[in-house]
């Protein structure tokens, strides 16, 4: 699985200079910031790792088709490329451009849902899952056991546990489901794959119940980097043909062209039925702009069209892939726990078992994000109970089973040896961790709290 001799597959253009600061500085920015590593301002931070959304570096070609942005308000010429590229990499008839995933998610919701119906999928991710709540829907996690466990080494953790899918169209039955939502990697259990087998039997299964497949294809083109490394009978064909026979399976997808696409801003939906189409045009027009813009200018959809084409490249992916597993390989080394096997976006490091005299309720994700930040100036997220949000029924926390802090890559942006003094710093704070409290909640928001939520730290 080491990816043989691997090697960035670019050279370096432009440069962007980075901040460097005192332990004094940063202590100040963060009691600033509430704790919260989202309301750090970027140029407090050295190696920013909150997330790979957004935060890639385009290409040289991309950047030369930024200025071929045709902004005529209807029918740009950005937007017959994007339908092109969408089309040839993902296979979908119908596109829709969005401003980014939430985008997306939002229409897909609203058109397919109604109040009282049952979305089940493979974990929830925040967004996605808030929309179909909006909608009126309530999401079921179907995902296997091993999702949960960041031990557990299992290659495809990202699967659907058929048993518990089947169960749940006999319990709500199948005219209450509208559709089943694939995340091809799943973002929250650490970037982990689904595999082909197991997406092709859920294609069978929901098609008997007339159950839709939406796949969330946000890093399927890092899902089928997975698929041709660990799926016997995928290791000779390309990347680009099994993401294409990845999006076969489903009806429709949404996606944020920010991660895979290598676009700071973008997103669409793309679909094979030309009804559900239409009204995702219509929808598109009310809530973000005219469907061949969908909220975006027409450079952001030439640079988006232009990322797509890039992006299914193996030799850009194998990179993409080995360059996060390395960091995971590098913290696992410093004895460190992390969730297993290494993900395709992201490390994620157990912060349950990193701080383990903290209990949930003191937040030890988010704590461990903002030492980690205090240490060196590296700035990563919070994925625990502060994520996870408040039940909306009972007003409860949701007490996800993994309390995690996430080290997103994003793409083509360090270079390896700015993340070997990560590991570095992540390895000092681990060796003082006993002397690490917990923090209390100052403010919550009502949605998506992680954003904005702000803490005080306790003396232990
Ligand atoms: N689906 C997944 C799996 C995601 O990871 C994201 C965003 C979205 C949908 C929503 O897309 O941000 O373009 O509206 N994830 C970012 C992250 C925010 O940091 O993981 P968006």
């Known amino acids: 699985m080491d990816g043989g001799g691997w090697f960035e597959p670019y050279r370096i253009k432009v440069v962007e200079r980075i901040p460097v600061t005192t332990a004094r500085e940063r202590r100040k920015a963060l009691d600033e910031a509430g704790w919260n590593t989202f309301l750090l301002r970027s140029d407090q931070v050295t190696i920013d790792l909150l997330t790979d959304s957004g935060t890639s570096a385009m290409s040289d070609r991309q950047w030369a088709g930024m200025m071929l942005g045709d902004e005529a308000y209807a029918g740009s010429r950005n937007f017959y490329h994007l339908e092109d590229a969408v089309r040839s ?7 829709v451009p969005t401003h980014q995933g939430r985008g997306a998610e939002h229409i897909v919701s609203r058109m397919l849902i109604h109040p009282g119906d049952v979305i ?51 319990e709500v039955g199948a005219e209450r489901m509208p559709y089943v939502s694939v995340a091809a990697t799943v973002n929250m259990a650490g970037g982990q794959p689904i595999s082909m087998e197991n997406l092709r039997a859920v294609r069978e299964l929901t098609g008997a119940a007339g159950i839709l497949v939406v796949l969330d294809a946000t890093r399927a083109v890092e899902n089928a980097w997975f698929v041709k490394e660990r799926e016997p009978g995928y290791a000779e064909r390309s990347v680009a043909e099994i993401l294409r026979e990845t999006c076969d399976l489903t009806d429709l997808c949404t996606m944020s062209g920010k991660k895979d696409s290598l676009v700071n801003i973008g997103g669409f939906l793309g679909l094979n039925d030309p009804d559900l189409a239409e009204e995702a045009r219509n929808l598109c027009v009310v809530y973000e702009g005219l469907h061949t813009y969908g909220g975006l200018a027409g450079r952001d959809l030439e640079a988006m069209a232009r990322g797509i084409e890039e992006s299914v490249d193996d030799d850009h992916v194998r990179a993409r892939i080995m360059q996060v597993r390395e960091l995971g390989d590098r913290l696992i080394e410093d004895g460190i726990p992390v969730v297993r096997p290494i993900g395709g976006h992201a490390v994620f490091v157990d912060a349950a078992r990193f701080l383990p005299h903290l209990p949930q309720e003191r937040f030890p994700a988010q704590r461990l994000a903002a030492e980690i930040y ?63 409290p917990g923090l209390e909640m100052a403010f919550e928001p009502a949605y998506l709290r992680f954003f904005q939520a702000r803490f005080r730290p306790l003396d232990r």
């Open 374 to 436: 205090l240490e060196a100036g590296t700035r990563t997220m919070e994925r625990g109970i502060v994520s996870a949000g408040r039940d909306p029924e009972t007003g409860e926390h949701r007490r996800p089973r993994l309390e995690l802090v996430r080290l997103a890559i994003p793409r083509r942006v360090y270079t390896s040896r700015q993340l070997g003094m990560v590991a570095a710093s992540v390895a000092r704070v681990f060796d003082r961790r006993d002397e690490v």
């Open 89 to 95: 990499a993902y296979g979908y008839r119908y596109v």
């Open 120 to 170: 089940a999928g493979n974990m929830y991710f925040t967004t996605t899952r808030l929309h179909q709540e909006l909608a009126g829907g309530t999401f079921r996690d179907v995902i296997v056991e091993e999702a949960h466990d960041p031990d557990s080494t299992h290659p495809f953790k990202g699967n659907i546990d058929l048993g518990k899918l089947e169960r749940l169209i006999g």
